[in-house]
């Protein structure tokens, strides 16, 4: 287990940018898958990135529009959102766990969790 601390969320037009970053603490980033989840009012948790090894993953409403990074180095991850759209608006998670896993899209396959950071994106 690690702690997460997320930063960056906030209110932004649509079409606009946010900058979501995710700092580490416990333990070394680089034992780590890390992701980001996503929870709108009234909907379920769902993936929107993730980096398992050296690959990337994005949920197909987030392709092209959203990049996953992390630095080992600064022990910390991030998510740049371009392009954002109203439906993306939601508390965003920064997650971290150690592969493998049942599925990376299960929000309990992933052990760590920040507490989250609201974006908000108007139209």
């Known amino acids: 287990q690690v702690r997460l601390v997320e930063s960056g969320g906030g209110l932004v037009q649509a079409g606009g940018s946010l900058r979501l970053s995710c700092v580490v603490s416990?333990?070394?980033?680089?034992?780590?898958?890390m992701g980001w989840f996503r929870q709108a009012p009234g909907k379920e948790r769902e993936i929107v990135a993730a980096?398992?090894?050296?690959?990337?993953y994005y949920a197909d409403s987030v392709k092209g529009r959203f990049t996953i990074s992390r630095d080992n180095a600064k022990n910390a991850g991030y998510l740049q959102m371009n392009s954002l759209k109203p439906e993306d608006s939601a508390v965003y998670y920064c997650?971290?766990?150690?592969?493998?896993?049942?599925?990376?899209?299960?929000?309990?396959?992933?052990?760590?969790w920040g507490q989250g950071t609201q974006v908000t994106v108007s139209s």
């Open positions: 997650v971290a766990g150690k592969p493998p896993f049942t599925s990376y899209t299960y929000p309990n396959s992933w052990g760590s």
């Open positions: 416990g333990d070394t980033l680089s034992s780590y898958a």
């Open positions: 980096i398992i090894g050296r690959k990337t």
